[in-house]
Each structure stands twice: as C-alpha cells, then as structure tokens.
C-alpha cells in the first residue's frame, strides 16, 4: 500500500502511536489468501485470519512503509508482514540513524530500520 500526496509522489506513512490490539494483515490486505498464490492458499501472516494480534502501541513500519511487503512479493525481515511494529515503552529516536531506518544498503542494524530503540 503506497500514500501518494497531492503531487503524485510516494511518501511515508505517518509514524504516530496507534494503541490497538488487533489490525489487519498487511501482507493479503485483510483478505486471508496469499496474494502471491491461488485463494484457496492461506495467508502465511495471518493463517487466513485477515487479522493479527499486535502488542500496542504500534507504528507503521518504515522498511516496507506499512505494506508487509518489500521487493514485490517478499514478506519484510522487520514486521514480518504484519505492517507494524510494537514501540516499547520508554522508546527513543536510533542515535545511530538519527531515527531515519537507513544505513548504508540495506537497514540500520542498532534499530532493524525503524528508527526506535
């Protein structure tokens, strides 16, 4: 899922607090199947639920900007498809990404890419 702004351009979905215990799956959008297979095919993320149980608060996830995907149809390393990642209490902005995920190819290794410590 990609947030366009008004000019066409993708941006990152906003990073504040969401205090829920259950939200729907980003890797199959909710519906249960694998998008990458046939319907008949369970969500690996889910099990076919179209929901996962999540620790609250959570925030979007900066490697695949909330979609439970990277690279098309691999399930991202850092939500693990969910879409979101639980903020520990007392979190804090990575001093080694200065909050920002990246580092170098890849991710920021002290945060896994989301910015938090």
């Known amino acids: 899922m990609k947030i366009l702004n008004k000019y066409g ?3 990152k979905p906003a990073r504040r607090k969401r205090f829920v ?3 729907i799956c980003a890797y199959c959008g909710g519906a249960g199947a694998d998008p990458k297979y046939s319907s008949a ?5 889910c099990r076919g639920a179209g929901t996962v149980r999540v620790i609250p608060p959570v925030v979007a996830c900066r490697q695949c900007a ?6 098309g149809d691999l399930t991202c390393l850092t939500c693990k498809g969910v879409g979101v990642v639980s903020v520990p209490f007392g ?6 990404c200065g909050g920002t ?4 190819i890849f991710y920021c290794i002290a945060c896994k890419g989301q910015g938090i410590v």
């Open 41 to 45: 095919s369970g969500c690996p993320v």
């Open 9 to 11: 351009l993708a941006v």
């Open 66 to 71: 909330g979609a439970g995907r990277v690279g």
């Open 101 to 104: 995920g990246a580092e170098g």
């Open 91 to 96: 979190a804090d902005t990575c001093p080694r």
């Open 21 to 23: 215990d259950q939200v």
